[in-house]
């Protein structure tokens, strides 16, 4: 690796850091975005998981939704899908997924910040959809791979 590269990568994740950041520290209201955030807690089947963590969505004012997740206490090395959902955590499960515009089941009508954890179970996801989500986009979903029940955490957004 050049240094080049290496100066490119570094710049990389200092942005990146920035923006987690902002998002952690602006307001619910901010140029235009509204922000709503939530801490993650395990359902009934993620019973003697440690989760914790956190889901931020942003709605802008240019008519896109970001969803950012970060969740601790998972297996490690293990890919999960993570939807937003349009029920709170303590309304049946939270119903079921978040859909932006009829009934497509994609990651361009539904919002899916799905990640794969590390070695130490942590895991980081993040999606980013053309659309502004209403109201109804109000809790985030983590599901556990290839099991069911397989709603383990959630994270209502307010």
């Known amino acids: 690796m050049d240094w080049r590269h290496g100066h490119v990568q ?13 998002i952690l520290v ?5 140029g235009g975005a509204r922000v709503t955030r939530g801490d993650f807690h395990a359902f009934a089947a993620g019973t003697g998981m440690d989760i914790s963590g956190h889901a931020v969505m942003i709605r802008t004012a240019q008519g896109r939704t970001f969803v950012s997740v970060h969740v601790e206490g998972l297996a490690a090395n293990t890919t999960y899908a993570s939807h937003v959902h349009k029920q709170a955590c303590g309304v049946g499960d939270a119903d079921g997924h978040y859909q932006h515009d009829g009934t497509a089941v994609d990651d361009e009508n539904e919002i899916w ?7 130490a179970g942590v895991g980081n996801g993040n999606a980013r959809n053309h659309f502004t989500a209403r109201d109804s986009a109000i809790s985030v979903v983590i599901h556990r791979p290839g ?12």
């Open 10 to 22: 570094i710049h990389r994740a200092l942005i990146l850091g920035a923006v987690a950041t902002l």
């Open 26 to 30: 602006l307001p619910a209201s901010a």
């Open 147 to 158: 099991s069911t029940p397989n709603k383990i955490a959630c994270a209502d957004l307010q």
């Open 113 to 119: 910040p799905g990640f794969t954890t590390n070695g």
